[in-house]
């Protein structure tokens, strides 16, 4: 399989889903092998390195991309499968950023209190473990963590000529921070814009769900990753399959609403795969989703449903792409 | 291990936490084997019954109990292990109710749309198989789903002489309606009466995360439950312990401060277990925090937020409180 | 007109709807002249007495009665007219209190930042000006403010047999803290228990909308009101009424579910007044309701939705009390 | 004063904050003579006119501009005084939308229940009364209610690159849809780009605060601004002052983080204009604020948040800028 390979320019990073030019026209089936800088834009690379003063507002979330995807038009459906995902850097690293983060005031839930005391944490990889190292800041507490490499984001142009911040989960994907965005997933994305204009980035090393600090073990990655077209069917809100779910991610305000987006959009899908009554379809997913939420701190909050596959053996999403895709994503 | 069996006459039902006298003195350490009615009190047996016509407001959710934990005070914690969950009737039900669910119009998210349609489907248990079945209502589908019997409700008298609805999930416990509540699970609820007055009910045959449509497959149910007490040391929320995991269950409305409170609750504990700093603390559980919703449902929605243990060898929550009980459970 | 005093033993203070024996039956038509204390219960009395030493939190917001209203029953309307609101003191305090009030993090927007400063403010009542004098507490400045008697508390016992803090705004009224529960305003209450139940208390002899650091200008009040009762016809919702507008006060969370529950019960009072069509009159009152917040700091948040009068001068709510009223009210 | 008319052509219409070419470099201290189509772009003009039909999402909330200002810079306050706004058809229209609006479920809080009726209501314009005339389409009730013109939608470009519809309100102003914004208000919004590149739409010949059914008597609209550059000092979010108040506009999810974003702003505002300690402009605030709902139906829901200036005769905000203005005004 032909594998493209792309590593941005610092001066190519994009920080918005719409509103650049693409930087490379991609043909459906191709395989791209990208670096993503991490979301701190490299500013934090030791304990010292505080966000205060090292990060930069301009450029958070730096993404790779936009591809223009060859034949893509409004309405479509993108399918990005995740073929692997490796960190790029020995070590990722996690900060408290004043005002920022889920249990602090922020801007929005804003408040008179004081920001919290800002620290960077550096966690060491150990790639032959498996682990990234959690050490204390403020202690001598040490543990190590599994590796577990997701991307944050990976979107496409927003619909209405709209131009949002990297830093934004919404229709089009985004930074929606879940850790389901792994290798092995399918992400299905309605194409808004005539060539889609796909971007991703935000590699982190592991993410708790919820991604309570707000801000995960990032790092610079490598994702190699597999990009089709399905001509129409752009689903309303991100799905995404892996061998064991379906999923779709609702991101909006309060966090009900995320969820109710995302159990929605889930109840119609259900009920179109199986031919059932929407009320059918409600009652049936009441008793069978798993509903972790992903994350509380971005400007939206995000919520997975997901339901298993296991219980239903005859049917295939999307014409069985995500099942074509692994048999691919074993040969790249 | 002395086992106490209490089945509940119907006028014995109760339907509030706090409210309502003891039906009977348990001394710390017992076994109690109890019997509950389903939340709609038995009101819907076929899926001709239907809610509105059936369900009477006054006598929904019928706990069994309460009961008066010998030596417990306000400040303590108690224990509640749950050794067994049994089905105690061969069918479930669930049902659509009118401006109650999660992708409804509510009494609170008040709209001017019209109901959605009623229905009630009734679930066969097949003990062999370990299943109950869904058959769709409108429409020929069908589907057979693991047993994974729960409580939705177990619950202590609240603080501040306040009475609660059974259907209320808060920091006494109650109404969370999660699947945690499950065989091999330890619950502690902080003590805010003399006596600690104990109910439990709602049994789950099975329930998704989220409870999308405001009920699960509903059933009678024989639980198995071991009482401890711990003197000092009742925490603000609802924490449970299994083999896996430490969780922190917290209940209150928008969701994002659902999670917040479940969230603050479980760095503090973690803080507390590990003698770690605060700080250390929050960026630890951002990494490594599972976060599945509960409801979202009931008049305040429920998040679990969920620490695997298999990170932390060295160190026992509540002195060990958790293992004791499941050696004792085996012994029963 | 008969008028029955009552000033409470400090022993007959409660602190919570329902729950309390009726201090006293009332015949319908009865004007009642009550001294209620201050929601601190009197424990600020100067600039030095900080919250956190000197509240108990068991003894906040106390209410004078509950009185059974005699002929009252469940589904009916208890009708309340402030004749006249009266400060009892010459002075009112206000004061932050540790993670309470509106721009701090609290036990349900709970977040890890430490408490905001604590202090206390005296308001000098100025009986010949009619104001109360605010002074600043870390410099300065004073401004002289003019008194706005209200009560923050007006309620019933709730239904289902609970038993709520008297913190609590819900359908029951209870802790509204609107400015619009004042001198000339009749408050229509649903019934939920034979007797009805009707406390007040927490007067505020000002109040800002929103009343953003959590307390007004607390004070003990005295406060003569007439209580009718209306056969039937009890709203889901807190309706009030004065010479210039239609009131409905919804409570819940988050506030846009006060909104809704204030706007559609407002839309189905006005639809029955006027004999319109639900969507006319959600129409009409989409180009004339006026919407003020009442409190974000209470257990439940308030909004206030207000309908002018005079653009429908046809029509009299529940039959003309609220004129009836207003003519026995100034022949008290 | 030399004042510049502008009318756009159709083909000239904006429907984004940002994102668009200036249509006009203007200098500050210009008057600005500006028409603006109605929210639907003249697409409901009779009552056989429904939204489904005829509304174009593409083309919804056209706004006139955006305008160069000379010599705006980021960071910058950009004063906006509006002299007179007149409505320029004989009539207004107001419409259900499906799943728009704040008594339906909607694209976000997002429900299995059917949409609402569409009805589209026809307010003729009375200019002698200086009324609107409301007339049910499913009864024969009709009112006239006072003419209020005002505008939806004033803004700049917004920071960070972003683009953003029309339908927007947030820190940059946009679809506020607040009633404040009538003649005699100037508001003051940061500046975030050079040229700033204000727009202004969304004519209202009157609204309710809330909007509740999602659109206010909607109509083409006549305006004169003055528009004046403050050098530096730009505000976080939108600031108003009239005559009478001073006032804060948040724009978020769920709306009590609406309020906290304006209540926060203006208890900073307090705290500079009066030299006071932050601790003592909160309290302050709490006893004197106005806080109306300005809309709970768009994207964010607005609060706006007021400070009647009558108790603080010697503070001038922003050096008098309103007050200048005002004057000015007088003489366009």
Same mark, same amino acid.
């Given at each position: 399989m032909n594998i493209v390979e792309f590593t941005p320019e610092?001066?190519?990073?994009?920080?918005?889903?719409?509103?650049?030019?693409?930087?490379?026209?991609?043909?459906?089936?191709?395989?791209?092998a990208l670096w993503s800088e991490d979301a701190y834009n490299h500013a934090l690379r030791s304990v010292d390195d505080l966000?205060?003063?090292?990060?930069?507002?301009?450029?958070?979330?730096?993404?790779?991309g936009p591809f223009y995807i060859v034949g893509a038009e409004a309405g479509d459906t993108l399918a990005v499968h995740i073929v692997s995902l490796t960190p790029a850097r020995s070590w990722g690293a996690s900060a408290t950023i004043p005002f920022f983060g889920g249990l602090t005031s922020t801007d929005r839930t804003a408040?008179?209190?004081?920001?919290l005391?800002?620290?960077?944490?550096?966690?060491?990889?150990?790639?032959?473990?498996?682990?990234? +190292?959690?050490?204390?800041?403020?202690?001598?507490?040490?543990?190590?963590?599994?590796?577990?490499?997701?991307?944050?984001?990976? +979107?496409?142009?927003p619909a209405g000529s709209e131009v949002r911040s990297s830093l934004v989960p919404e229709r089009f994907g985004g930074n929606m921070d879940t850790p389901e965005m792994k290798a092995g997933t399918t992400a299905y994305l309605g194409v808004n814009v005539e060539g889609a204009l796909l971007s991703i980035g935000d590699g982190h090393y592991r993410q708790g769900e919820g991604e309570a600090c707000g801000t995960a073990v990032e790092g610079a990655m490598n994702?190699?990753?597999i990009v089709e077209l399905i001509k129409g069917g752009g689903p309303l809100w991100p799905r995404l399959e892996n061998d064991d779910y379906w999923m779709v991610v609702g991101s909006s305000r309060p966090m009900e609403d995320s969820w109710r987006i995302a159990q929605l959009e889930m109840t119609r899908w259900m009920a179109e795969m199986f031919d059932?009554?929407?009320?059918?379809?409600?009652?049936?997913?009441?008793?069978?989703?798993?509903t972790p939420i992903a994350n509380v701190v971005d400007t939206n909050y995000s919520v997975v449903v997901k339901v298993p596959k296991k219980y239903f053996t005859r049917?295939?999403?999307?014409?069985g792409m995500h099942r074509e895709l692994r048999g691919r994503a074993r040969r790249v």
């Amino acid at each position: 399989m032909n594998i493209v390979e792309f590593t941005p320019e610092r001066s190519q990073y994009v920080y918005t889903f719409g509103g650049a030019e693409p930087v490379m026209r991609v043909n459906p089936g191709t395989a791209l092998a990208l670096w993503s800088e991490d979301a701190y834009n490299h500013a934090l690379r030791s304990v010292d390195d505080l966000a205060s003063a090292k990060l930069d507002v301009r450029y958070l979330n730096p993404q790779t991309g936009p591809f223009y995807i060859v034949g893509a038009e409004a309405g479509d459906t993108l399918a990005v499968h995740i073929v692997s995902l490796t960190p790029a850097r020995s070590w990722g690293a996690s900060a408290t950023i004043p005002f920022f983060g889920g249990l602090t005031s922020t801007d929005r839930t804003a408040m008179l209190q004081p920001a919290l005391p800002e620290a960077t944490w550096i966690y060491e990889v150990d790639t032959d473990a498996g682990t990234v +190292g959690f050490q204390s800041r403020f202690g001598d507490f040490e543990v190590a963590l599994p590796l577990a490499p997701m991307l944050g984001t990976v +979107g496409v142009a927003p619909a209405g000529s709209e131009v949002r911040s990297s830093l934004v989960p919404e229709r089009f994907g985004g930074n929606m921070d879940t850790p389901e965005m792994k290798a092995g997933t399918t992400a299905y994305l309605g194409v808004n814009v005539e060539g889609a204009l796909l971007s991703i980035g935000d590699g982190h090393y592991r993410q708790g769900e919820g991604e309570a600090c707000g801000t995960a073990v990032e790092g610079a990655m490598n994702s190699v990753i597999i990009v089709e077209l399905i001509k129409g069917g752009g689903p309303l809100w991100p799905r995404l399959e892996n061998d064991d779910y379906w999923m779709v991610v609702g991101s909006s305000r309060p966090m009900e609403d995320s969820w109710r987006i995302a159990q929605l959009e889930m109840t119609r899908w259900m009920a179109e795969m199986f031919d059932l009554h929407e009320m059918d379809a409600y009652q049936l997913l009441s008793q069978i989703t798993e509903t972790p939420i992903a994350n509380v701190v971005d400007t939206n909050y995000s919520v997975v449903v997901k339901v298993p596959k296991k219980y239903f053996t005859r049917v295939q999403a999307f014409d069985g792409m995500h099942r074509e895709l692994r048999g691919r994503a074993r040969r790249v």
